[in-house]
């Protein structure tokens, strides 16, 4: 476990801001940012080409109303096209410019949604917020809503707190289009790289260690994907007559995928970059608990639990083409295909891991079958350089806030537009953040929001806004 203060005095970081008058501020107001939270989760704003986009571009506008209300006067709705022609997703980027000497920080967050799914596993209706037990549900309601909310909320505390002595720059950058890959992402840094330059970048868009712990996410896994298809006859043939002598695609395709991982689980592609030094670990059972694992399965890998799922490569198959079951009939199917997603340790390179994913399926061709292997979507890994003065700052502020030491954690998780920020611009020191924890179910039926940690990172932000205000990038003791 990592300390909170990461090497900055407690009583010199405090003595510079009012630590007290942000967490009061925080608190009159906290009721209120609930408030506006359920009102954008009432908005299902989804990205999705299949879907209407009318909802998004009501959920960038009602984004920037409450932008505007936070004090802000140069708020735009922006968008870039996408390769084809159509147009991006809306994004709300604000602006107030830093004053002489004053460093500049970008905060960001995605305003768009997952699709709510099968809406029979909810149990509450997904775009109507409804707390319960000290959780707000909801599409949203955690990833990412909660993130702008928290980026609006502590801005609006320390500009009470400090009025005209806030001479911080603070740029606001909430993209619509996250959770459909960020598809014109680069292409909308590029055109608007100067109004979104910064010195620090706070990307919440994480989770926490658990409830009552917060942590800093200083690492994230990269990713590649594709499909591999089998090949084993030319048109398909009576199974009863012609089977036995040859195996049906499905089969050898099912042969085919067994290779990928070892006797124990481990993925066995060669050449894939893995370690086993994450900072802290879990338990087998939070780990069953947090991955509703059932009763008897036993886990993979090898190493640390937190190692195999941060720093050590994950293969999964997330699709299967082949007859649904209720229409199968007695054939030989001539070919097969899946969809395969590989998660990348922290130092692997995404080219040379997805020729790794080429060369084993190709060299593992069941019975002689034609393999074809084809790409798709690849993205950078990422790890946070723990050293800088930036992540000393927000290790101190997440601590103050909680009351307990913060943690240095990695997630299985991608964003691969990470690497965009970091390749665009070099010398900006990244902050990934979050308000979820392994309860909050992203992406799944009912989504939540743990209420008090969604306080604390309010305040947590607060302090570190105050602090750049007062300090600047000034490093760790």
Known sequence: MTSSSAGIPQSAAAGSIDAAALRQAVSDSFDATVAQLKDLVAIPGIAWPSFDPAPLNASAEAVADLVRASGFEDVRVLRCDKADGTPGGPAVVARR??????????????????????????????FTAVERDGRLYGRGAADDKAGILAHVAAYSAVTRVLGEDLGLGVTFFFEGEEEAGSPTFRAFLEEHRELLRADVIVVADSSNWKVGIPALTTSLRGLVDGTIEVKV????????????????????LARLIATLHDEDGSVAIEGLVGRDDAEVDLT?????????????????????IASRMWTKPALSIIGFDAPAVDVASNTLLPRARAKFSLRLAPGQDPAEAMDAVRRHVESHAPFGAQVVFTPGESGNAFATDTSSAAAGLAMWALGEAWGVPAVETGIGGSIPFIADLTELYPEVQILVTGVEDPDSRAHSANESLHLADFRNAIVAEALLLARLNADGLTPPA
Request: hydrophobic share 35%.
């Open 97 to 126: 410019p830093a004053a002489e000497g004053k460093p500049t920080i970008l905060l960001y967050a995605h305003h768009d949604v997952q699709p709510a799914g099968d809406t029979a596993l909810w149990d509450t209706d997904p």
């Open 233 to 252: 006859l030319d048109h398909a043939v009576h199974s009863g007559m012609f089977g036995g002598p040859v195996l049906d695609a499905p089969t050898l």
């Open 284 to 304: 087998e059972e939070e780990y069953r608990n947090d991955a509703s694992v059932l009763d008897g399965v036993k886990l993979a890998g090898t190493g640390t």
